[in-house]
């Protein structure tokens, strides 16, 4: 069935280093979305990319989904102790089904 | 801002014995979720409920799952004989519409303890 994979599981960063997480199906994805859930929280919607080769920013967050809509990252520029979380791609799958990546931990040290 | 809430925040229950998680979702909202999240690991996807059927089911939404909209705001999930492996965090989820934006809301979640 359709997976999608999300490297690396867990990644420290020094505070003001910049943070990437990759996002890869084994199936072309009519959209992808990105969550973060904070330690104890529940995930929250950030972002959803549609159209193939899509980039959207929002702040220091930059999003991508690749050409063939197969794989998308999220870089984060300049890490702050306040992106400490969880980040999940996710994408549909059928009709009404969501498959979550693993996640990608997020350490920051001030 | 219009938030989806789910009752209770905690629930322990011996092994054996049914729950009910309960949620409310956001008023507007058409679809409907429910997802487990096991400790540490990821979110899997369990059911997705439209027009008050289910849409969709994962291969662990088994025979011992059951959702249900019985009032119109209420969206429930029973496990009928909980197994110590149903010990996990339960969320709620709604979306608005079928097409763009694909944003799905997530309730705070109910943490399931089965001892």
């Known amino acids: 069935g359709q997976q999608v994979m999300q490297i690396p599981q867990y990644q420290h960063v020094q505070e003001g280093e910049d943070f990437t997480t990759y996002c890869n199906s084994s199936?072309?994805?009519?959209?992808i979305q990105w969550y973060k859930q904070r330690p104890g929280g529940h995930p929250v919607f950030l972002i959803q990319l549609v159209k193939s080769g899509e980039v959207k920013k929002q702040k220091r967050l930059t999003f991508q989904f690749g050409e063939a809509k197969k794989n998308s990252s999220l870089h984060i520029t300049a890490t702050q102790t306040t992106d400490v979380g969880t980040y999940f791609c996710a994408g549909p799958r059928g009709g009404f089904k969501t498959i979550f990546g693993a996640g990608t931990r997020l350490f920051v040290k001030a | 801002e219009p938030e989806v809430t789910q009752t209770p925040s905690h629930q322990v229950t011996q092994m054996g014995q049914e729950v009910i998680l309960r949620c409310v979702p956001i008023s507007n909202h058409l679809y409907f979720y429910w997802y487990r999240q096991i400790l540490g690991q990821k979110v899997e996807f369990l059911v997705s409920f439209y027009n008050n059927e289910i849409s969709e089911k994962s291969e662990i939404f088994d025979d011992q799952f059951s959702v249900e909209r019985p009032d119109g705001s209420n969206f429930t999930l029973k496990i009928r004989s909980t197994k110590l492996e149903d010990s996990a965090m339960y969320f709620c989820?709604?979306?608005?519409?079928?097409?763009?934006?694909?944003?799905?809301?997530f309730g705070p979640g109910t943490r399931l303890t089965v001892t």
């Open positions: 989820a709604s979306r608005r519409t079928w097409d763009s934006p694909y944003e799905q809301y």
């Open positions: 199936t072309t994805l009519s959209n």
